[in-house]
């Protein structure tokens, strides 16, 4: 049983940071595929930053220079750096893996394994 549990969220003014961790434990497989998604309340859930097991990443252009995804595969920690925060980047966040894909996708509905989220929370 894969289980990803969240930490790190919280409230920041804005052009603050914080750093979201994911911890990974309960596979047996390569999770390929890692990511971070976010849902505000009345939105869609949106890919935030991806990262592959070969260390390509993707990020939505609206992060882009200012959060960071990593992963430390000897901890099974996924990483979320997120700076410059913006009131418009509160929402909940999390963590996602899935071992299917081969070319990892930004879109929600392609990942199996989930997180329980952590909110952050941006004031202006």
């Known amino acids: 049983q894969v289980q990803l549990v969240e930490s790190g969220g919280g409230s920041v003014q804005a052009g603050g940071s914080l750093r979201l961790s994911c911890e990974v434990s309960?596979?047996?497989?390569?999770?390929?595929?890692m990511g971070w998604f976010r849902q505000a309340p009345g939105k869609e859930r949106e890919g935030v930053a991806i990262?592959?097991?070969?260390?390509?990443?993707t990020y939505m252009d609206s992060v882009k220079g200012r959060f960071t995804i990593s992963k430390d595969n000897a901890k099974n920690i996924l990483s979320l750096q997120l700076n410059s925060l913006k009131p418009v980047d509160s929402a909940m966040y999390f963590c996602?893996?899935?071992?299917?894909?081969?070319?990892?996708?930004?879109?929600?509905?392609?990942?199996?394994?989930w997180g329980q989220g952590t909110q952050v929370t941006v004031s202006s």
């Open positions: 309960g596979y047996k497989y390569r999770l390929y595929c």
């Open positions: 996602a893996a899935d071992a299917a894909q081969h070319y990892c996708s930004t879109n929600s509905d392609e990942y199996k394994y």
């Open positions: 990262i592959d097991n070969d260390g390509r990443i």
